[in-house]
């Protein structure tokens, strides 16, 4: 257990005097009339949703000293929340309308203090139930690309980006990834799970010795290659969209704990991987061709607006020797490490540790087919990731997946 | 100017006082019948060389806050020589004998105090003087792979290796590392000189744009590639070699405060690239063909003797995921990076600040071909790095060039 694990945790009673405590969050609500909901899932953090008489409201985030999972005390620093405060803090600067608005960070009692997004929906329950919100994928990929440039090299004279990198270290979490994307799944492991009806497209891909050591390759990138500070979980249930404003492509990006110095095409590719799992539910329950085809394009609309936003940041960039031919060529390396840890993305989610609601709440005979569609495009992604040259191809190789496997 | 400015510096006649009031130095020497030289050049670092009647020796070397060069004051923190105890400290369990012995290091005053070597020469005045000293290339290769296990992934548990990476943040020495190796040379510069019999080279080089190109992406992989702690400035002047013991490889590595996370090509490489130096003053001087044919093999030595102790400790590599096709695909990696950084290494050499005796003592004919030899073979290093596949291939470029150009 951390040495932390004396702080005082917050409770529904407790919010309110915590508010007043603080004079920056006091200006916000009015304590007195305020009412609070815990609505955190209790593993990993509280969630405290504030909302006072006259509708001002505000969100608390208090992270917990533990995680308790598949039945075992798995006991985490909460020092987790001052990553997630860098990774707002940066966000303030980069790309302020695409994060909750953040009113500060208690580094004693670990609470981020920000905007209350409870009117707001995440993305993959929107996905989930068949929604099209035009835009989002495009305003994730300039997302990815304003953080990237902001904190890397690009945009920063080159000591601050060296010390700004030391400074967002982040082991504990990045451990995670480490072992349930990249390891556990490749493995016989105790974290595993998944329907019996797929054992066998499961045991191919962990005999897979190039697909296993094309994953190690991109395992050494992740833990070595200090590109930018990267949101390092940025999965559909890490965005939260609005229903109301579904054609501006509004959306904000949450629970950026994980974020560290590593490839810019991590969080590309989380966002591909994670584009594939809504398809193949989409393709399992026969959603009308008009989400479908919207889904099939996803990839595209991510990659082409993070382009885009680079190409529009690169003229202000820090390094002359950061020539346009530079940025072309630096470009075509992320695109080809998203292609890989898109792969990677999507296999632990079928694999591992963490499943998605995407898959889970599918009837079985739909479960186990959209899970083989998944396995077989990642693993062709994580193996074909240099010879994919675009990102119509992606999507186009789980089409023709679901048709060798048709029903 | 630093805040630092202030600590006390060192003389002859302070040395005996200083090393009585540290225990752990005042054990080692009598300071009672100390003699002290001081044999630093005074630019960066006072070295003080200390011994006692009984022959016991001892060196104390403390850092300047500036650097005086070029006619300009150069502030630069003394906390540099916390990254040169750094190196020394894990050179201490990775690979002992190829480093000083080391005493300890003092924070308050940036003193370091060392094993004497006075008794050893620096390698590139053995180089320069025509000597043939066997083993040490491959003994520099050994040094590479062993301060590399020990100190990345492949050694360390992978938090141990996130938080020593941060910790070992080099920001202010980087910075002259990204200037002067791979950003002046390439632009009309202040720093820059070099003999006006060249200048029609120099020209050339910086006017090719893809050379220009492949140096940014070389030097962004240097900002950002984290594989290991490396040294940072491995030239034949950081490496100390015995005469009476020539054919055994005798070397120790000296002045490691440009050490940091980075590729570990970029210690290869700046061997090679002084393997060139060395290699295009015996063409100059028409040293015996014994010799030339000894300094064309060091790529070769340096490569295969880093490849050898490598694949030796890969067995007991902390990651299982790292597996043997890993490793070689790796080396492949680390090998074409070593070839276009050993031609930046050579040629800031030529072109910007910090010259080398290997060079710059040759009679002025002898000095514009050598140069003119060096810069035209690193160029071809840099251009072709991804196709040059073996050692051998590297000097044989240089004989070649060295042919073109024939006096």
């Known amino acids: 257990m951390s040495s932390h694990a004396s702080y005082e945790v917050l409770t529904v009673a407790t919010v309110p005097t915590y508010i007043r405590s603080r004079p920056a969050l006091a200006r916000l609500v009015d304590t007195a009339t305020l009412s609070v909901r815990e609505v955190g899932d209790g593993n990993l953090n509280l969630v405290f949703v504030c909302r006072d008489a006259k509708g001002r409201g505000l969100c608390l985030k208090q992270a917990l000293p533990y995680v308790r999972i598949v039945g075992e005390s798995w006991p985490l620093t909460p020092a987790r929340s001052a990553a997630e405060a860098r990774s707002l803090d940066a966000a303030l600067s980069a790309c302020p309308e695409l994060v909750p608005g953040f009113h500060g960070f208690d580094p004693k009692r670990f609470v981020i203090a920000m905007e209350n997004l409870s009117e707001w929906t995440v993305w993959r329950a929107a996905l989930n139930a068949g929604e099209i919100h035009r835009g989002v994928a495009g305003t994730m990929g300039e997302y990815v ?107 904000k990006v949450i629970d950026g704990e994980f974020c560290f110095y590593g490839p810019v095409g991590f969080d590309l590719g989380a966002l591909a991987g994670n584009y594939l799992l809504a398809y193949a539910r989409g393709l399992a329950l026969r959603r009308p061709a008009g989400f479908l085809s919207w889904v099939e394009g996803l990839p595209r609309e991510t990659w082409d607006a993070f382009c885009a936003a680079l190409r529009a940041l690169w003229p202000s960039r820090a390094e002359r020797f950061l020539s346009d031919g530079f940025l072309e060529s630096w470009l075509e390396g992320v695109w080809h490490d998203a292609v890989g840890y898109a792969g990677c993305k999507a296999i632990r989610r079928i694999i591992g540790l963490a499943k998605v609601s995407d898959i889970q709440t599918l009837p079985p005979e739909e479960h186990r087919w959209a899970a083989a569609v998944v396995l077989r495009t990642a693993s062709r992604w994580i193996a074909e990731r240099n010879a994919i040259g675009t990102p119509d191809g992606l999507l186009a190789i789980a089409r023709e997946t679901a048709m060798d496997l048709e029903r």
């Open 145 to 251: 690309a304003r953080m990237c440039f902001a904190t890397s090299l690009f945009g920063l004279q080159p000591e601050a980006a060296h010390l700004r990198a030391a400074e967002a270290v982040n082991p504990e979490l990045c451990r995670i990834t480490e072992d349930v994307v990249f390891t556990e799944p490749y493995l016989e492991h105790e974290h595993n799970s998944y329907a019996s009806g797929i054992a066998s497209e499961v045991e191919r891909l962990q005999r897979d010795e190039r697909l296993v050591a094309e994953v190690g390759a991109l395992k050494y990138r992740f833990m070595t290659d200090g590109q930018a500070l990267i949101h390092g979980d940025l999965h559909t249930g890490s965005i939260m969209v609005r229903r109301e404003e579904a054609d501006r492509g509004s959306a």
